[in-house]
Antibody, heavy 114, light 111 residues
């Protein structure tokens, strides 16, 4: 199995928009939910939300709807956006298919600082 | 504050047995949702170590075992090795939140 590749801006100022994309290779994209998870420095994992190939989404209700996940099935890619970021959004962000043996993305450190 | 509760740290000498607990509630583990465990080596992404409460993916040594009872789950590691030093995270689903939930993670130190 091939590790998903993820990319996006790593340094943001407060109030800017976070934008990350994850590309899935070497496995079926259809039929599964694909998640975004984040890990603040020195802390545990926090599930942000998930999407399937048809665009059906589920989100962590504790994150106050600032996050939006979208999908481009033709490219086997899904994306994460978050508006009005603050220092509390500083974390390593991962894309993954949770509960599966599929490897997680390599992680993207997003730092929010003025 | 994580929905699933894990001890922040555990430790053991090489060759010993350690267990890591993951305590939930009646809306997640106690409701019958399966528990998965991930191993996160320093500076790397988490990797699935145990799925469906007690199943090892191919390549995971049988020194690792998982169990679930009531509202809790446990990961046991026997014959502790230096390479086992890592962070371990449990994960399940919570019906009250309608969300995937993780424990806070446990740092295993091999003395």
């Amino acid at each position: 199995q091939v590790q998903p590749q993820q990319w996006g801006a790593g340094l943001l100022k407060p109030s800017e928009t976070l934008s990350l994309t994850c590309a899935v290779y070497g496995e079926s994209f259809i039929g599964y939910y694909w998640s975004w998870i984040r890990q603040p420095p020195g802390k545990g994992l926090e599930w942000i939300g998930e999407i399937n190939h048809s665009g059906s989404t589920n989100y962590n209700p504790t994150l106050k709807s600032r996050f939006t996940i979208s999908v481009d099935t033709s490219k086997k890619q899904f994306s994460l956006k978050a508006n009005s970021v603050t220092a509390a959004d500083t974390a390593v962000y991962y894309c993954a298919r949770v509960g599966s043996t599929s490897p997680w993305g390599q992680g993207t450190l997003v730092t929010v600082s003025s | 504050q994580s929905v699933l509760t894990q001890p922040p740290s555990v430790s053991g000498a090489p060759g010993q047995r350690v267990t890591i607990s993951c305590t939930g509630s009646s809306s997640n583990i106690g409701a019958g949702y399966t528990v998965h465990w991930y191993q996160q080596l320093p500076g790397t992404a988490p990797k699935l170590l145990m799925y469906g409460n007690s199943n090892r993916p191919s390549g995971v040594p049988d020194r690792f075992s998982g169990s679930k009872s009531g509202t809790s789950a446990s990961l046991a590691i026997t014959g502790l090795q230096a390479e086992d030093e890592a962070d371990y995270h449990c994960q399940s689903y919570d019906s009250s939140l309608s969300a995937v939930v993780f424990g806070g993670g446990t740092k295993l130190t091999v003395l």
